[in-house]
C-alpha cells in the first residue's frame, strides 16, 4: 500500500481535506461497511455520555456529515457542528433540509430542532471561552496537524463542568489483537480506496495517520495535564476503537 498520502503540517490538512472533497457523498455508506454499521452505536455511546440537558449548548468538531451533531440535537442540545471540509457541511446541510422538510410534513405545529452547521478549524476556534456544555470529536483529532492543540481548544471553549468526549481509531494494547486489527486495516483500506476513490492509495490516511496517532493513552494522558476531572478511558472492540471523557473542572 502506498504510503505517499500520509504528510505533515499544513501538507497534510490539504491532503485530507482533498480526500473529504472526493468522498463527502459516500462517507456514510464507506464508514458503514468498514466499521459493520458499529460505528452509529459508538457515537450514540458518546451523545449518551454528553448528558445533554434541554437547551445545553453543545460543539461537535470535525462534526462531517453531522452524526453525533444530529443526535445531540434530536437529545435537546443547542448543537453547533462545526468541520474544515465544505463539501462534508454540504452533506450535512442536506440532511438538515431534508429532516426539517419531514418535520414540518408530519407535524406542521412541532418545533424543529436541527444543527447549525459552520466552517472553521478545530485548532484555531473562532468561538468565546467557556461557550458550550459538551464539546465533541469523533474520528477528526487525528486527522488535526496538532490533535494536542485541537483538545486545548475543545478545554478552552468548554464551560467549567463541561464533558469533552474524543471518539476515535485506537491502538490496542494486546500485541496480537494489534496485528490483527493492523492486518485487516492493511487489507481493506487499499479496497476501499480502489472502491470509492479509483485510487487503491487514497484512502490510507486512516492506516498512516493511526500509526503516527498516539491514540486514547496520550489522550488520557493529555486531559490529565489539562486537569480534566472524571477523566475516563472506555476501550471498544478491544482498544480498536476507544473514548476519551473528561470534564472540564468548576
Known sequence: MSKTFYALGEQRAVKVNDLFARIARRYDLINDLQSFGLHRLWKRRVVDLAKVSPGARALDLCCGTGDISFALAQRGAETTGLDFSQQMLEVAQNRSQKSAAGSQNENPQSAIRNPQFVQGDAQQLSFAENSFDIVTVGYGLRNL???????DEMFRVAKPGARLIVLDFGKPANSLWR???????????????????????????????????????????????LKLVNVRLINLLGGAMAINYGEKPV
Open 179 to 225: 496485528a490483527i486489527y493492523f492486518t485487516h486495516l492493511k487489507m481493506s483500506v487499499p479496497l476501499i480506496g480502489l472502491l470509492f476513490c479509483g485510487n487503491a492509495s487514497a484512502y490510507a490516511y486512516i492506516l498512516e495517520s493511526l500509526k503516527h496517532y498516539p491514540a486514547q493513552l496520550a489522550v488520557a494522558e493529555k486531559m490529565r495535564e
Open 145 to 151: 496537524t496538532s490533535w494536542q492543540r485541537g483538545v
